[in-house]
């Protein structure tokens, strides 16, 4: 250096460590405000599932979709699926791949024709998904006490917490004794505090009254998924449930059960059953113009 001037080599080096330091202070500025964000696991899951409770309660909306299920017999299907207050009204557009023979579509036409005359079937169904609703809630409302949570990995705004039964917890219902014994992984929307997914595998096994009332054996898994379908909104899109065993506590979820949502499409709220089958021939009509 030559009095206060310094060298271009000098300059380099200053800036070098400038660089560095601001780096430095901005990388630990980062690690302290997400240590304070996500520093107790319990509470972010506490946060999640109460924002996912109240969620739920004041969401009455109601969509189309598209559905597929894949059969433990390897047989398929796909459904156009539009929901009414009285119950989901649905179609079958393939099966196996194929699309349906003509004998198959006016199988599906009078079945829906069956439905507008006589809606109790789809209203039996309705009340079967509500209790299962209810409960599924209370085994949500279960989550932050049943297990105890750690941090996994971390995906933008995903953030994974793995868990595994809390030894201090009593499961009071048959449900409750299957969820508890589950361990795996929940991923969790830190901005929108929503879940995403959450997936598990049964760590031993459960038997009912010693048996007689049912068992589910020892590494039966699950994944369900959820995502945002509109700004607000978010709509189950993926149940997969493999266990092995008998157990009859839900009504339209079973032991054995795989099927994806997609397509979603917003509908009234006050859609009734005769314009559901309105919007499902008219969705029929488009299919086969768009095919030709």
């Known amino acids: 250096m030559h009095g206060s001037r310094a060298s271009p080599e000098d ?11 601001l780096v430095s202070i901005l990388t630990c500025a980062a690690q302290t405000s997400a240590n304070q964000n996500t520093a107790n696991p319990d509470v972010l899951v506490r946060r999640v599932v109460a924002n996912e409770l ?6 009455h ?6 559905l597929k299920t894949q059969k433990h017999n390897g047989q ?5 699926v539009v929901e009414t207050r009285e119950g989901d009204l649905k179609r079958p557009l393939l099966i196996n791949g194929r699309k349906l023979s003509t004998e198959e579509q006016q199988k ?11 809606p109790a079937p789809l209203q039996k169904a309705r009340q079967d998904q509500d209790k299962d609703a209810a409960r599924s809630q209370q085994l949500l409302k279960m989550l932050p006490d049943a297990f105890k949570f750690s941090y996994g990995r971390r995906q933008r705004d995903l953030i994974e917490l793995k868990f595994s039964p809390n030894p201090s917890f009593h499961p009071q219902t048959h449900e409750a004794e299957v969820f508890h014994a589950m361990q795996g992984s929940l991923w969790v929307d830190n901005r929108q505090e929503r879940i995403e997914e959450i997936s598990g595998r049964l760590i031993k096994e459960v038997r009912f009254g010693g048996g007689l009332l049912g068992h589910l054996d020892e590494g039966g898994v699950f994944d369900v998924k959820q995502a945002a379908v509109a700004p607000g909104y978010w709509e189950l899109t993926r149940l997969r449930v493999q266990m092995r065993g008998k157990a009859l506590f839900f009504k339209t979820i079973g032991v054995q059960q795989d099927y994806t949502r997609t397509n979603f499409r917003r509908v009234p709220d006050d859609l009734t059953v005769a314009k559901a089958a309105e919007i499902l021939q008219k969705q029929t009509l488009d299919d086969a113009t768009a095919a030709r």
């Open 11 to 21: 300059a380099w080096r200053i800036a070098h460590i400038l660089t560095l330091l």
């Open 54 to 59: 109240r969620s739920e309660q004041q969401d």
């Open 61 to 66: 909306s109601h969509w189309s979709f598209r």
């Open 76 to 80: 398929s299907e796909v459904d156009e």
């Open 108 to 118: 599906a036409d009078s079945r829906i024709q069956q439905l507008l005359h006589d």
